[in-house]
Every structure is written in C-alpha cells, then in structure tokens.
C-alpha cells in the first residue's frame, strides 16, 4: 500500500507544479503563421565588386602612399609556416575574387587595393587576386602600381601573405593575396 500512496503523492506533485507553471504562464495562443521567409545574402559575382569599386574611386582621392622600390615580391606574416606561402603560389587556395587596377592613378589605386581588401575580408573570402600590371606603360618603364600594391599589402592588417600570380594567372603583372580569416 505504500506505492500506492508514493504514486498518489507524486500525482498530486506533478498537477500542483502543472497548475503553478499554467498559471505562471497564462494563455497559451499559437502564433500566426508568417508567410515570410529568410535567406542568407548571395555573396557578389566575382569582378563585378572590383568594376564599382573603380567606379567609385575616380571621383576620390586618397593621401599619398610612399613607394617601396624595393618591397619584396612575396611576403609572409610574422609566425605563419612557409608551407602557406608555397600553398598559395602552387594555387590551393581558389581565388574567390580580383581586382584590376589598370588606368587607375596612384591615389585611386591606394583606396580601391584597400577597400577591395576590406570588402573580401568582411565577406570572409580567403584568398584574392590583385592585377597591376607590369608596368610597361609607365614612364620609364618601371612598375608603379606593383610596388604600390605590394606597399599596402604588406602593411595591411588583414593580409597574411601575398605572392606573385602564376605565369598563366598574370605572373608578375598579378599578385595572389592570403587574408585572414574570421571563424
């Protein structure tokens, strides 16, 4: 007889604390159905950022950026193993987006490489490619937009390496950029 009033009392329990939590609730009304419906936002084709982006830039201008003549071809961020670098060049990481900076002046350059570069990180794109050219068509033929590209991105807080383009990809007319990575 014992169970029997164990069950009676945990019965008793359970409608009690039943009735606490309904009358600590109140009414109860399913919610209307909304014919609304969530998607995530489809992330730009590739080119078409870096086209407005140009377009943008003719109308602003940035603060000069002194010139490295001498700023390296490749560059790796400080604690990163080498084997990233030599990933990049052999083409692991898929570039996700480029940049063209032919007929852009320094100053417009300056702004489009950096919002370029921002716009891919917030985007949570890996890797990038940046086209300057050879400088061929530069007063004495030397590359101005190369060592002005290669300036910012070694300088850049988001840019974890960066390395010239395979011949078939724009070889020394293009550089391959690592960004960080939000996880």
Same mark, same amino acid.
């Given at each position: 007889?014992k169970k029997?009033?164990?069950?009676d009392?945990?019965?008793?329990?359970?409608?009690?604390? @039943?009735?606490?939590?309904?009358?600590?609730?109140?009414?109860?009304?399913?919610?209307?159905?909304?014919?609304?419906?969530?998607?995530?936002?489809? @992330?730009?084709?590739?080119?078409?950022? @870096?086209?407005?982006?140009?377009?943008?830039?003719?109308?602003?201008?940035?603060?000069?950026?002194?010139?490295?003549?001498?700023?390296?071809?490749?560059?790796?961020?400080?604690?990163?193993?080498?084997?990233?670098?030599?990933?990049?060049?052999?083409?692991?990481?898929?570039?996700?987006?480029?940049?063209?900076?032919?007929?852009?002046?320094?100053?417009?350059?300056?702004?489009?490489?950096?919002?370029?570069?921002?716009?891919?990180?917030?985007?949570?794109?890996?890797?990038?490619?940046?086209?300057?050219?050879?400088?061929?068509?530069?007063?004495n033929?030397?590359?101005?937009?190369?060592?002005?590209?290669?300036?910012?991105?070694?300088?850049?807080?988001?840019?974890?390496?960066?390395?010239?383009?395979?011949?078939?990809?724009?070889?020394?007319?293009?550089?391959?950029?690592?960004l960080?990575?939000?996880?």
């Amino acid at each position: 007889m014992k169970k029997i009033a164990n069950k009676d009392t945990a019965n008793h329990q359970n409608d009690t604390d @039943s009735a606490l939590f309904r009358d600590a609730i109140g009414d109860i009304r399913p919610l209307a159905k909304s014919n609304r419906h969530y998607q995530q936002p489809k @992330s730009p084709e590739p080119g078409l950022l @870096s086209q407005k982006l140009q377009k943008n830039a003719l109308s602003t201008e940035l603060t000069n950026m002194a010139i490295d003549a001498e700023q390296s071809e490749h560059f790796l961020q400080a604690g990163l193993q080498k084997s990233v670098l030599r990933k990049l060049r052999r083409g692991h990481y898929p570039v996700e987006d480029q940049l063209d900076l032919h007929n852009l002046n320094q100053q417009q350059a300056s702004k489009v490489i950096i919002e370029f570069i921002d716009f891919a990180s917030s985007n949570s794109m890996s890797c990038i490619k940046i086209i300057h050219g050879k400088g061929l068509g530069s007063i004495n033929r030397k590359p101005v937009l190369k060592s002005l590209t290669r300036n910012i991105l070694s300088r850049h807080p988001q840019v974890q390496a960066y390395t010239p383009a395979r011949d078939s990809a724009g070889g020394s007319g293009a550089v391959l950029v690592l960004l960080k990575t939000t996880s």
